[in-house]
């Protein structure tokens, strides 16, 4: 591992010993009466605010304090800051591990799964201040995080030019190494996230997250099955689940005749059968193509008597328009053709 060569000390401590990061201060004049020391080396330092060179805090001539002490240094320190004020202010600090889920639909069948990582508060497990440089079973990690009761401990590490040892990682604590090589890599620890996803970050020793088990497909997406729109030569219909590999998917027979529903439409309460759908989009798409076709003659989609821009009632029965009233409907009249062409270019627009 090698270090950046662009290392410029953009953080020093102030007489608190809290770091402070140059870039935060605004002017001269904002620090005439502070003093800063270095973090590795503990010498007095100078804050660089000139417009030719970035800002910076810099040490005097002839100093010879090593880069590498610094970085190590600093990470522990911003570490420990920004975990104690988590602990503080009761936010949480994160640290997110791959975990699976996977559709239970068919659970015989794992097409449907993914990967994603999920959250656990290093606060709720570890409540107490980090420990620094503390002796643990016979190795010293740089940081220790421990439970209430004391039983579970948590290493963190940092590898600036060396990674985390075989000694420490043999004797099964869980530990987090982040790799640091610039001051930048410090941003996880600010962020309060340290993350699977994130290449400078390792997890060692944690234990391999339960797999979720949940119906991820959602109604209109599923990659084993689709519903399809069944139209039957006497108007009847209905919206059926068909195995996605079925020869029959999709195919028209000589009494039956189908669509397959493939584009999610709008989620809105529409009935006990379907309650996060609409069903009546699909069934306007449906009817207007079968309609089209010379499939259909009877719906109340398509009756003159239907009040579709008002109250969507049928103006016989004074009640919502079904779609198969129709069917052995005595009063249904067909609508004229420019009216139908209207109401199905809006429903499908809608959708």
């Known amino acids: 591992m090698q270090m950046s060569k662009d ?24 620090i005439e009466q502070r003093t800063f020391h270095c973090v590795a080396c503990g010498e007095r330092m100078i804050a660089r605010l000139g417009t030719e060179v970035s800002h910076h805090f810099a040490h005097k001539p002839n100093s ?45 069948r794992s097409v449907c799964q993914f990967r994603k990582p999920f959250a656990h508060d290093l606060t709720k497990h570890f409540p107490a201040k980090p420990q620094i440089e503390t002796a643990q079973s016979g190795v010293v990690p740089d940081m220790t995080l421990e439970s209430k009761s004391g039983n579970e401990q948590l290493f963190i590490e940092i590898a600036v030019t060396h990674e985390c040892s075989e000694e420490k990682k043999n004797l099964k604590k869980r530990i987090i190494e982040i790799r640091v090589t610039s001051e930048g890599d410090l941003q996880p620890f600010r962020d ?50 068909i195995d996605r590999n079925a020869p029959e998917a999709g195919q028209n027979g000589p009494d039956v005749w189908c669509i397959p529903v493939l584009v999610e439409r709008k989620k809105r309460k529409f009935s006990a059968d379907f309650e996060e759908y609409d069903r009546r989009p699909i069934i306007a798409s449906a009817a207007y193509d079968a309609w089209q076709r010379n499939r259909i003659t009877r719906a109340c989609l398509l009756c003159e008597h239907l009040d579709y821009w008002i109250s969507g009632e049928c103006q016989k029965f004074g009640t919502r328009a079904e779609w198969s009233r129709a069917i052995r409907c005595e009063h249904f009249s067909l609508q004229d053709s420019e009216e139908l062409n209207n109401i199905f270019s809006h ?3 809608d959708a």
């Open 64 to 108: 010879l304090c090593s880069g590498e002490t610094y970085l190590h240094k600093l990470a522990k320190k911003v570490f420990q800051e920004e975990f104690e004020t988590c602990l503080a202010t009761g936010r949480p600090f994160e640290i997110e591990l791959d975990r699976r889920t996977i559709c239970s639909r068919y659970p015989n």
């Open 192 to 241: 309060h996230r340290l993350s699977c996803t994130d290449k400078r970050i390792r997890f060692f020793n944690f234990k391999e997250q339960k797999d979720v088990r949940k119906d991820i497909c959602s109604w209109f997406n599923c990659r084993l099955e689709k519903h399809t729109f069944k139209l039957q030569e006497n108007g009847g219909w209905s919206i059926e689940q």
């Open 7 to 30: 290392v410029k000390y953009r953080f020093a401590l102030d007489e608190r010993g809290t770091a402070v990061d140059v870039l935060s201060i605004q002017s001269p004049e904002d």
């Open 347 to 349: 429903e499908l627009s």
